[in-house]
């Protein structure tokens, strides 16, 4: 069977790989997708108004290790997307690599039935400056060559400059950004040229020589970096871009070196090969002693992703040379896991001058060292007969009777890096967290019902307890106002000014007479009294809001802890004091609620009647404990001409301090001794007070019954319907709050069930 025919069959075969391997690269571009739509979630939780809420899904949805996941996929991916071309291909491809100046390029003359101007192969000259990639194409005339120039684009240009700079010198930039036009300037070019190389670093020196090369002729070349395809067809201008000068001898008038291919990333030729091979290509790399940025890297892409097999072609100077064991182990760390003995091949060059002997020990050193090579063979490059007959036609039979074991090898490949990845997207996937919605059901609601009329009796037998405890206090001095009065009394004498303090302030006054120093201290001493029973009413305040929180805690309890169960934590009364919480007024935080709940609803007419009365409930003692205590210091007010008692005294400027306050204390012996007397009813009225207000309260939330049309509804029923009412606020109000974060929950867990839906197809 002819070559052709043979390349047809294994071209057919591979095709019909190509829509499962499809079918593969697409399912994982599917996982690859949902893991980009889960890390769109965080993007999602940093739009959350709520900060708590905010800080949980935040944390829920950095927590997704998406990155490493999808990193490892879109490799996956790249493999796929390599194998779909790979079996896509209408070719078989053949990579020559090597050392320059071995050879290469007489060899792909030799079957290309090309010459110097497309393929050059100059003596004594580094010659190939771009990769090309050689087609046979049998139906075009003899002699007859189109390529296809691809141009490299500015940012290729970019990282080559970036990686000769980091290997001469890393700093030289001193911190400034690489941009395209930069590379034109005349600073750039001065940056270049003052790089300096210590003797003895040739590979510096020779990087160094490049990148100069780039800057001095970069003028010539920019525009043609981003520049599309340019099909040519006459020779000489083929050359001048795939070679590096036409091969005049150095120092001869007719030398001219070529730039153009610095800025081509591939030469695509057309040509028909020496005889009707079918669809075959070779495909051209730059030597490996070129210390072009990459060149080594380069060729193993090239060999990997481009071709299906591979020629190392070499001169020998003797046996197996360190630097032929440093391509072979290039090769083999590179494809580890593809038998290489099914398609790489050695061609040893036995160029004219070449001794036979340095040959035949290159190809014994290979053939009996263990390598992992289809064959070795020798032949003249330069003898397009000897290439063809006894190294290129033996290659392609041996290559293709491989090409379903070289295949298979390299699905296998495929096949076991994909088992890893997925063998981790299995533990991905079943480590994924959960995430629930928050939900207001109809069960709740009852729930709640319920909750209110368990509520209702322990709120009705906490009010028993009050009503009873206070019925017994009725009677009762309250002993928060008995002790604030008792503590006033004790210390009216310590009202008075000391004589001492009067003394000085006669004497440092000229014109106060001693009566009107007499006046002064009445006015003064009145004024104290008043105020410190005055004060008596914000003690009686805090003792007014204890009482109304005692009879409505557990009700307080009750709904406090179903607003926090419903995630409702932003009260207003969780306010700090000293470090310490502060106990809230819980009638006020009720009847807020009652405003907001049922003070418009006729059915809890009761309850926010009866909250209403104990939000407006106070006690004070200001008007009666006035009254009485201003009764009493008539005495020392001389504006009460009937009830004020004057000394009948003349009172002496030298003695005046010790006179008044004598007659002044007197006085007020006389006002603590009738105040303990007429004060005494007073002390009963707060508990009193206490008394009917939880008696009230007490009456109106047990027992003053709604009429529901024709019937009377218990307030136990009513409890229950308030229940309800106000969990379905919270709820609406926490549905509210939860909307942003239930939308990426949601959209989560669709995410979550997609993605394990893939991981049971991927088993598949």
Not at 166 to 191: N, P, V, W, Y
Not at 390 to 395: A, D, Q
Not at 718 to 743: H, R
Request: hydrophobic share 35%; with cysteine; net charge negative.
């Amino acid at each position: 069977m002819k070559i052709r025919d043979q390349i047809e069959i294994i071209l057919k075969k591979r095709k019909e790989k190509v829509s499962q391997l499809k079918e593969r690269k697409e399912h994982l571009k599917k996982i690859c997708s949902l893991l980009e739509d889960c890390d769109h979630l965080y993007n999602g939780a940093r739009q959350i108004t709520d900060s708590e809420l905010r800080g949980q899904y935040l944390s829920l949805f950095a927590s997704l290790p998406t990155d490493t996941m999808r990193e490892e996929l879109q490799g996956l991916v790249g493999k796929y997307e390599e194998a779909v071309k790979r079996f896509d291909r209408d070719y078989i491809s053949i990579a020559t690599v090597g050392k320059e100046r071995q050879g290469k390029s007489c060899f792909l003359q030799a079957v290309g039935n090309l010459d110097n101007l497309i393929i050059p192969a100059y003596n004594s000259t580094s010659c190939t400056g771009a990769t090309s990639v050689i087609y046979n194409r049998p139906e075009m005339p003899e002699g007859t060559v189109e390529a296809v120039i691809k141009f490299r684009k500015r940012e290729k240009l970019l990282e080559i400059v970036k990686g000769y700079l980091d290997a001469i010198d890393s700093e030289c930039l001193h911190g400034r950004q690489l941009d395209f036009d930069m590379l034109g300037t005349k600073s750039f070019k001065l940056t270049v040229d003052t790089l300096a190389v210590k003797p003895g670093e040739a590979d510096k020196g020779v990087a160094l020589n490049h990148l100069r090369r780039i800057i001095e002729h970069f003028g010539e070349i920019r525009d043609l970096y981003g520049q599309g395809d340019l099909v040519l067809r006459d020779k000489g201008q083929i050359a001048e871009y795939v070679a590096q000068n036409n091969g005049v001898k150095l120092g001869d008038s007719g030398h001219r070196d070529y730039y153009k291919y610095l800025a081509v990333e591939k030469a695509d030729i057309y040509c028909p090969f020496y005889e009707d091979c079918g669809s075959l290509v070779l495909v051209d790399t730059i030597g490996l002693g070129d210390t072009q940025y990459g060149i080594e890297e380069a060729m193993l892409e090239t060999v990997d992703k481009e071709c299906d097999a591979a020629i190392v072609v070499t001169m020998p100077m003797s046996g197996v040379q360190e630097s032929d064991l440093k391509l072979y182990n290039s090769l083999k760390e590179r494809f580890q896991r593809r038998d290489m003995s099914k398609w790489l091949f050695y061609l040893a060059n036995k160029n004219v001058g070449v001794s036979d002997n340095r040959v035949d020990a290159f190809v014994k050193g290979i053939r009996e060292g263990n390598f992992s090579v289809c064959y070795c063979e020798t032949a003249d490059c330069s003898d397009f007969d000897e290439v063809r007959d006894n190294f290129m036609n033996p290659l392609l039979e041996r290559l293709l009777g491989n090409m379903d074991d070289i295949d298979a090898a390299y699905l296998t490949e495929l096949e076991e890096t994909e088992a890893v990845i997925r063998k981790k997207y299995e533990v991905f996937v079943s480590e994924l967290p959960e995430a629930r919605t928050f939900d207001a059901s109809v069960q709740q609601g009852l729930s709640a019902a319920q909750k209110g009329k368990e509520c209702y009796r322990k709120l009705t037998a906490d009010l028993v307890n009050c009503v009873i405890y206070w019925g017994q206090e009725r009677n009762q001095p309250n002993s928060i106002l008995w002790n604030a009065v008792q503590e006033i009394l004790d210390s009216l004498d310590d009202l008075v000014p000391d004589a001492q303090t009067l003394q000085l302030t006669i004497n440092g006054n000229g014109s106060l007479l001693p009566g009107q120093l007499w006046d002064d201290a009445l006015h003064y001493v009145r004024n104290e009294v008043t105020d410190r029973f005055i004060a008596i009413d914000s003690i009686l305040e805090e003792e007014t809001r204890k009482f109304k929180n005692s009879l409505v805690r557990s009700l307080y309890d009750e709904l406090l802890n179903l607003s926090k169960a419903q995630g409702i934590t932003d009260l207003p009364w969780e306010e700090q004091d000293g470090g310490q919480e502060k106990e809230p007024d819980m009638v006020e935080w009720l009847k807020n609620i009652m405003d907001h709940v049922i003070n418009d609803k006729p059915q809890y007419e009761q309850i926010y009647k009866a909250f209403r009365f104990m939000y407006r409930f106070e006690f004070n003692t200001r008007a009666q404990l006035i009254q009485e205590v201003r009764k009493q210091l008539y005495i020392i007010n001389p504006i009460c001409d009937r009830e004020y008692a004057k000394p009948l005294y003349d009172f002496h400027r030298d003695n005046a301090g010790k006179e008044v306050n004598f007659y002044l204390t007197s006085r007020m012996s006389i006002i603590e001794e009738n105040l303990r007397h007429v004060l005494v009813d007073l002390y009963h009225a707060p508990n009193q007070a206490f008394y009917a207000a939880a008696e009230e309260f007490y009456d109106r939330l047990t027992f003053a019954n709604s009429l529901n049309e024709s019937e009377f509804e218990s307030m136990q029923d009513v409890w229950g319907k308030f229940f309800m009412e106000y969990s379905s606020q919270l709820w609406t109000a926490s549905s509210e709050k939860y909307q942003q974060a239930n939308e990426l929950v949601r959209e989560y867990q669709n995410i979550k069930k997609e993605l394990e839906m893939e991981d049971n197809v991927w088993r598949q």
